[in-house]
T-cell receptor, first 119, second 116 residues
Framework: GAGVSQSPRYKVAKRGQDVALRCDPI?????LFWYQQALGQGPEFLTY????????KSGLPSDRFFAERPEGSVSTLKIQRTQQEDSAVYLC?????????????????FGPGTRLTVL | GNSVTQMEGPVTLSEEAFLTINCTYT??????LFWYVQYPGEGLQLLLK?????DKGSNKGFEATYRKETTSFHLEKGSVQVSDSAVYFC???????????????FGTGTRLQVTL
């Protein structure tokens, strides 16, 4: 079974470039989260989607960050005019929120992340 | 706001040693608590969880008990193996199901290295 996939796995950008990071959640998962993980730190929440609706973007660090999930499945995190402080691993997670195998589950499943390096 | 504090790493143990990784949290109400593990080169995986006070989560020989009186969720394993070498993250979630409260708040992670 396919898990959460992210692409690209590694991205090197020059300062000022725009980047787009893709997340393919597990099929049928309602909830989708983006987290940012700086080196040596734990993941920090960026934004949350329920289907196609972006219900919480309180963690986005600036208006250079934009996320979308237009059809309620694939999501893209876009960073405009990248800065060196944007260098981090960007993690995507999805969750079903419902019954699976007869029991309730809302576990978040994480993708492998995209490591962004801004030079 | 919500926060999670973990013991600093790295933790270096010999195989078959006893492991404790401390985790304490700050949150209002009754959050759910989690331990996630990140093996080298892999994504975060849920290791165990507890959703209410005095619950014990367990998986792969690891255990953690939700202690509301001490706001703690310490991870323990009686006998570690080399294959347990990874980074361990403690996390909390205020809400369940869908909704903005379902986001996770993580600690900074504790690296465990187990040697022969």
């Amino acid at each position: 079974g396919a898990g959460v996939s992210q692409s690209p796995r590694y991205k090197v950008a020059k300062r000022g470039q725009d980047v787009a990071l893709r997340c393919d959640p597990i099929s049928g998962h309602v909830s989708l989260f983006w987290y940012q993980q700086a080196l040596g730190q734990g993941p920090e929440f960026l934004t949350y989607f329920q289907n196609e609706a972006q219900l919480d973007k309180s963690g986005l660090p600036s208006d250079r960050f934009f996320a979308e999930r237009p059809e309620g499945s694939v999501s893209t995190l876009k960073i405009q005019r990248t800065q060196q402080e944007d260098s981090a691993v960007y993690l995507c997670a999805s969750s079903l929120v419902g019954l699976a195998g007869g029991s309730y589950t809302d576990t978040q499943y994480f993708g492998p992340g995209t490591r962004l390096t801004v030079l | 706001g919500n926060s999670v504090t973990q013991m600093e790493g790295p933790v270096t143990l010999s195989e078959e040693a006893f492991l404790t990784i401390n985790c304490t949290y700050t949150a209002t109400g009754y959050p759910s608590l989690f331990w996630y593990v990140q093996y080298p080169g892999e994504g975060l995986q849920l290791l165990l969880k507890a959703t209410k006070a005095d619950d014990k989560g367990s998986n792969k020989g690891f255990e953690a008990t939700y202690r509301k009186e001490t706001t703690s969720f310490h991870l323990e394993k009686g006998s570690v193996q080399v294959s347990d070498s990874a980074v361990y993250f403690c996390a909390l979630r205020k809400g369940r199901g869908t909704g903005t409260a379902s986001k996770l708040t993580f600690g900074t992670g504790t690296r465990l290295q187990v040697t022969l």
